[in-house]
Nanobody, 128 residues
Framework: QVQLVESGGGLVQAGGSLRLSCAAS????????MGWSRQAPGKEREFVAA????????ISADSVKGRFTISRDNAKNTVYLKMNSLKPEDTAVYYC?????????????????????WGQGTQVTVSS
């Protein structure tokens, strides 16, 4: 069974840091783009960052550039999102995603319904 399981969310003060993890299992993800999206209450799900499992190339949304870093550990089959300088507007449920054969640009722009696999999400709350 293919699964993405997120962890690492929580409550943090503005300016603080968190690291989210996404453990992938059930198949080989070498041909996948892996990413993070987030959804705040009353808002649409939005792209945050993505990484090519093979090359390690990355892309991120303008709203998080310079603050968030996506990375992967092939040996652990895990993707990470390190979030620094968190702001209250970063508060959302963060979802891990996987898209087979997708480029990073495609991953950043594809409708949520076109993503192959979603995790269950992890809540991040940033207090002011």
């Amino acid at each position: 069974q293919v699964q993405l399981v997120e962890s690492g969310g929580g409550l943090v003060q503005a300016g603080g840091s968190l690291r989210l993890s996404c453990a992938a299992s059930g198949r080989t993800f070498g041909n996948y783009a892996m990413g993070w999206s987030r959804q705040a209450p009353g808002k649409e799900r939005e792209f945050v960052a993505a990484i090519s499992w093979n090359s390690g190339s990355t892309i991120s949304a303008d709203s998080v550039k310079g603050r968030f870093t996506i990375s992967r550990d092939n040996a652990k089959n895990t993707v990470y999102l390190k979030m620094n300088s968190l702001k209250p507007e970063d508060t959302a449920v963060y979802y891990c995603a996987a898209a087979e054969g997708a480029t990073l640009i495609t991953m950043a722009t594809m409708p949520p319904g076109d993503v192959d696999i979603w995790g269950q999400g992890t809540q991040v709350t940033v207090s002011s």
